[in-house]
């Protein structure tokens, strides 16, 4: 695994911007309000000399000169025992320490009382002054830092300016390259998590990974950025991806929240499979119908995790199981889980499932199959008539994985109903096994069969 170096610094010195500008990404929210960041978050920064590292983003940090959680600017206030909690398994986790400071702000006393606790661990560390935006400034600006007796580096994350530096600063404090380490795993199992505001995601990461790795709350929308988390589940290589949850556009007045949004949306296209959260107690609401709706429009191969499930009693689990599945009745292969990450209620079936979606959507059936497929769907329900005219199918082939999509060649794909369609993807599903995976069923009209 790679080596970890760790961001730390209080609140609103630009942490974030300096991770986007590491890892060359836009993964962390930024915004001029001070305490956005709230859970830790990882990315890998690829520098100039070759040597990959992993970067940990942290929230902002507010202690007292005993080293003592003190209170944080609005933004923050609640969070600030769970924020430190989160910093201090980055700090065990990383190998060298950025503290970073506010060039433009000075000297302040939670930056000293950081410093101090920071200094206490006994690991490399780099004192990065950010928002100093030329060589002109550096010497007026450094002076008053050199009193805490880390080695100094100045830039801007803002603008860019000495980035370059600081990626050489960070590889140099790098330990040595253990030629013997064990290579990252291959094919590693992508899960995003998706549902409304406190439905449980966070909850549900922690208890399957069996540590404490995201801030759980009962304030809905505690978890802003999507925040990548490798694991190992019976041998298995994971990543989860806990996102923040997604409300109605039209309730989004938090520009931080809008910003969360359109993260964990795109968020469900770079996994395998998305597991969407939905709170029992509260059951399916409009939200979560048009989400559900919206990811099955786009294919999206996902479960749904119905959680809290051990706060609902036997006779109201029964009447809620029937209730989904009226819900679902438009996408009736995605599957349902009752789960609780509380008791650790129906847990173990998630990656095992996970798995089998992802691997049923790289189908691949060979033409012969596909063919003798159509032959038998035929024989065992002819397209009806439409128009006075029967559609004549003339071939089948399989156009792409991921979903699979299959493509019948007809004499008139208009002539096929909605219905009739639905029944060909129903015995596709069928005959090739896919039970669980998003299919795409094409219809596309042609006058002849396919020559051999």
Known sequence: MLPKIALLGRPNVGKSTLFNR??????????DRP?????????VVRSRSGRSFTLIDTGGVTLDSHHSVADGPEGLRGFEAEILQQTQAAM????????????R??????DEHLASFVRRAGKPTLLVVNKVDGMEHEDTMLAEFHALGFPILALSAEHGHNIRALEEEMV???????????????????LAMLGRPNAGKSSLVNAMIGEDRMIVSDVAGTT??????????????????????????????????????????????????????IDALEGVTAQDKRLIDLLDERKTPFMILVNKIDLVGRKEQ?????????????????????????????LGR??????????ECNTRIGTGALNRAMEEVLTKHQPPVVKRSRPKFFYLTQAEVAPPTFVFFVSDADRVSETYARYLDRSLRKIFRIEHAPIRVRLRSSHKKKSE
Do not use: W
């Not at 702000?105 to 939670?110: A, E, I, V």
């Open 22 to 31: 590491l890892i060359r990404s836009n993964r962390a929210i930024t915004h």
């Open 35 to 43: 305490g956005v960041t709230r859970d830790r978050m990882e990315g």
């Open 92 to 103: 065990d986790e990383a190998s060298v320490f950025c503290l970073v400071v506010d060039g």
């Open 105 to 110: 702000d000075g000297l302040m006393p939670f």
């Open 172 to 190: 140099d404090l790098l330990p040595v390259e253990d030629p013997d380490a064990e290579a990252k795993p291959e094919n590693v199992l992508r």
């Open 224 to 277: 802003r950025d999507s925040v990548d988390i490798p694991f190992v589940s019976d041998g298995r290589a994971c990543e989860f991806v806990d996102t923040a949850g997604v409300r109605r556009r039209t309730r989004i007045t938090d520009t931080v929240e809008r910003f969360s949004v359109n993260s964990s949306l795109k968020t469900t296209t770079k996994a395998d499979v998305t597991l969407y959260v």
């Open 318 to 346: 029964a009447a809620l199981e029937k209730n989904f599945k009226e819900v679902l009745q438009f996408c009736p292969h995605v599957p349902v889980l009752m789960v609780s990450a509380m008791k650790q209620v129906g």
């Open 350 to 359: 998630i990656v095992p499932l996970a798995a089998q979606i992802r691997e």
